[in-house]
């Protein structure tokens, strides 16, 4: 079972759920979307953790924990999520996101690349066609429909410990990141995912995305939908792999 602590940083709790494996060359750290928690990344966590260290967290106000009096933006977030990686010793990551998550791991690593390797984004958002609420409700429920029961079933769960208040607060500074720019000011190589049904990250989106960093590469995974981490978690640490040992040689 994963080693869980509690992390205070400038008043906002963080969670982290770590998997140490003494001598593994590489260490992840990844990081859910907006509303959701460190249990839609569960299935990965265990796959990667069978060779690596891995790191999973949950963000302020997410996951059932403390929402902050404020609410950080993106660059705020990120900055946090840097000053967990140090106190937990975790050295150079593999920072891993999904849908916002995207957001806080590629601001991670243009903020500091002494602390992230390699970027992993899968289903960034915010897609140009969905930058406002009702765009992005639409996309969502569009998903709703081609994900599986229990992904919905824990989204749903996770909503609710989330609660609308902090969703709705964090929104828009989801909405307003222009992520393909941050993209490209990544000196870490850059790895888009998708699922192939996602109706929240589309192709030319992704495509996008990864046109702007200086070093990118776009996986697709046929036949799943927006959560592929969780519908497809082996095709995901296989891709990943892939693009890790690609780059290293």
């Known amino acids: 079972m994963p080693n869980v602590r509690l992390l205070d940083v400038d008043g906002r709790t963080f969670r982290v759920f770590s998997s140490e494996r003494p001598g593994a060359e590489t260490a992840f750290v990844l ?3 907006i509303g959701i928690s460190h249990r839609l990344f569960s299935r990965l966590h265990g796959l990667l953790a069978e060779r690596h260290t891995v790191h999973t967290l949950d963000l ?3 996951g059932g924990l403390p929402q902050p ?8 977030m990120a900055a946090g999520i840097a ?3 140090e106190r937990i010793g975790a050295g150079r990551v593999v920072a891993v996101g999904d849908s916002m998550g995207t957001q806080w791991v590629i601001e991670l690593g243009a903020q500091r690349p002494d602390l992230v390797s390699h970027v992993v984004a899968i289903g960034p958002v915010a897609d140009e066609r969905h930058r406002t609420p009702l765009a992005q409700a639409t996309a969502l429920a569009a998903d709703t429909v081609r994900e599986p029961p229990d992904a919905n079933i824990r989204v749903l769960t996770e909503y609710t410990r989330c609660g ?3 969703y709705f607060r964090q929104l828009p500074h989801m909405l307003s990141y222009r992520i393909e720019d941050r993209a490209a000011d990544l000196t870490q190589p850059l790895l888009v995912m998708r699922g192939g049904w996602d109706p929240i990250a589309g192709r030319e989106w992704c495509r996008r995305v990864r046109d702007s960093a200086p070093r990118g590469r776009l996986v697709e995974v046929p036949r ?3 959560l592929v981490q969780h519908t497809a978690p082996r095709a995901v640490a296989a891709a990943t792999a892939s693009f890790l040992a690609g780059e290293d040689a």
Do not use: M, N, Q, Y
């Not at 009096?69 to 705020?76: E, H, L």
């Open 69 to 76: 009096a404020d609410s950080p933006d993106v660059p705020a």
């Open 224 to 226: 799943h939908p927006h």
């Open 83 to 85: 000053r967990v990686l």
């Open 60 to 62: 302020p106000g997410f």
């Open 31 to 33: 990081v859910h979307g």
């Open 164 to 166: 609308p208040r902090w």
